[in-house]
Structure formats: C-alpha cells, structure tokens
C-alpha cells in the first residue's frame, strides 16, 4: 500500500518534471509558469509548490533528474580518455534541446536570483565538483596527473572554459573545441625546459 | 564652432554614461530604464536612444568607456608578471560596484537577448581578446610561452575560470585565486617526464 502510493508518488514527480521540460522547450524558460506545468500535467499547483518553491527550482529538477547520469564519469584507466569522454558527453547536453536553452536561462536567471544560484551549486555544481575532483585524485595517485595539481581548482579550469563559450562568445560547443582545450590544460602554458 | 560643439556632445555623452551607472548602482539593473537615466542627467529620452538603442547597449558602453584603459596589458618585458597584474585588474573591477553587480546583471541579460550578447562580443569581448592574444604572441616569441600553445584559446583558457567563478560559484574573485590559476596553468595538468 505505501509501496504503491511511493511509486504513484515517484510518476508523478516525473511527470511533473517531463512537463516542465516539454512546455519551457515549447514557449522558453521566460513565458514558462507553474501554473502552466500544473495545468498541463493534471497536477495540482500547490502539489508542485509543496515541493519546487519556484520555477527556477522546479527547471533545475527537472533539467538534472533526467540527465544526471549522463554525466558520470567512466573508468577507463586513462584519465585524458575519461575526462574527454565526460566533456564531450557535457557539451552534448549542453547544445542540444530541451537542456541546453533552457540550461542557459537558468544561468542567466541565477544572476539576478540568489536562491535559483544557490541551488544550481548545491544541486548541480557541487555534486560535479566531487565526482571530477575523485576521478582527478585517483589519476593523481596513479601519476597521470602532474603531482601539483591544485584539484581544487579543477571545475574552474576544466569548465571555465566550456561555460566562457556557453555564456559568453555563444559559439558553438565542439568536440574539436574540447580536444584543444584539454591538449592545452595538459601540455600548459610553460615554455618548458627552455 | 564644430569644435564648441564636439566637446559639448562629448561631455554630454559622458554625463549619460555617468548617470548610468549612478542609477544602475543606485537601484540595479532591473529596475533602470532609459527613461530614469534620460531625467536625471537632463538629457533628451530622444538623444539617448539615437544613440542606444537599448538599455542594455547603453549600460554596456557606459561600463566600457569609463574603465576599458583599465584592462590594457603592461609590458614589464616578463608574461607572467603582466598577465598576474591585468588579470588583477580585471577582477578588482569584477568585484566592486558598480562595475561588478552591473556587469553581472549584464552577462544575465544576455542569456536572453541576442543583441546583447552581441553587443558584449563586439564591444568587449573581441577587443580584449586582441589585447591578450597580441600581448601573449610576443611572449611566444620571446619563448615565454610554450611554442605550442594555440593563441586562439587563449581568452577562453585564461578568464573562463573567472567568469566561472563570477556567473556559476558566485565565490569572490581574489588575488590568490588568480595566483592558483595562473599557476596551474604555466604548469600544466599532465603528469611531466614520467
């Protein structure tokens, strides 16, 4: 009996969610409302308020429950492989709808909504963070990586310049852009043994 | 006469631009409007959108012309000393009013508006760019730099940790986290001569 309402509950969420991906990728994440969600996922509005305090937070969900696991690390043994792999599955994500637009809004939303960017670090960022930085520290330990690496640093350096692009040129996000990116983080800037 | 009248239309322009970033500072981003800006620098609504065209074009060139020299490069004759102290520069005016909260704001709005992000490209991105990528080239060389490094990612490479930092943590940009980057990458990721 609680089983079966649990799992109502789960399809319900998901619905929920699959709707909000939808309709934000139907009429954009500006003319996007609750009320609209409610209405097309025969739903109830405070049923979706009762667990998304705002459309940011709800967006976020949504963007995030059904893509997560897109972007788990794999373990190949090669670190350059494996980082590759993850960008490149990354920036798929990120050019393509219904994720990448509405991805983006979310961004720019966290700019002016402290709550929508605080959720976007402590759902999102943060949970990268920790999955790049473990895969980094094992290939560290088995000398793939320079001894020095600052892992803290690594969601800055990794992604800095993927979301430069993202946010800032808006040129299209490459797997070539990415193969060059990480021959440079990982040749460095150094003249080397000059 | 022309020249009477140059100067006026000059120092007119500047006072618009001033009082932009007055009352941008004063009431935020959201809430400005050319309207606002038009009345308190006792400017025509007409005379300022001949020359904007939208609030966000003339928000753009107001933080732009009061502090672009700000960002040029030094020439101290030793790369890592000029980019630590532009990049300096460019972070300490990421960080206090009003150039930071309004920039902010800014990079938000152009998650929604094309024009915007275009704007910012042309006016500020590109020539910053030019700026880094000459300054580097020399270093290059001068055999400051690795011989390898593709100039083209330079900008990408460089700030896409700042702008991470600025738009996704929201943690403050300071020296030391310049310091850690610019490291990190004369250094490189890859583990060296194994």
């Known amino acids: 009996m609680t089983d079966t309402r649990n799992r109502r ?3 319900r969420t998901e619905a929920i969610m699959r709707t909000t ?9 500006a003319k996007l409302s609750i009320e609209a969600v409610a209405a097309r996922a025969g739903a109830g509005k405070h049923t979706i308020y009762r667990r998304w305090p705002s459309k940011g ?24 492989t494996d980082l590759r792999q993850q960008i490149y599955a990354a920036i798929d994500l990120m ?6 637009p509405l991805y983006q809004a979310l961004v720019g939303e966290a700019q002016y909504d402290p709550q929508v960017a605080a959720a976007l670090n402590e759902r999102f960022i943060a949970p990268q963070t920790n999955k790049t930085v473990a895969r980094l520290k094992k290939a560290q330990d088995q000398g793939q990586l320079a001894r020095g690496f600052n892992l803290d640093l690594a969601m800055a350096i990794l992604s800095g310049p993927l979301y430069f692009q993202f946010l800032i040129t808006h040129e299209p996000l490459t797997h ?10 990982f040749a460095g800037m150094g003249p080397g043994d000059v």
């Open 95 to 100: 050019a393509r709808p219904p994720f990448g």
């Open 9 to 11: 509950g789960a399809s």
């Open 176 to 185: 070539e852009y990415v193969d060059q990116i990480l021959d440079s983080l």
């Open 21 to 29: 991906l939808e309709l934000g990728q139907e009429i954009g994440y």
């Open 57 to 80: 937070a709800l967006l976020l969900d949504s963007l995030l429950s059904l893509h997560e696991s897109d972007l788990d690390y794999p373990d190949t043994g090669d670190i350059t």
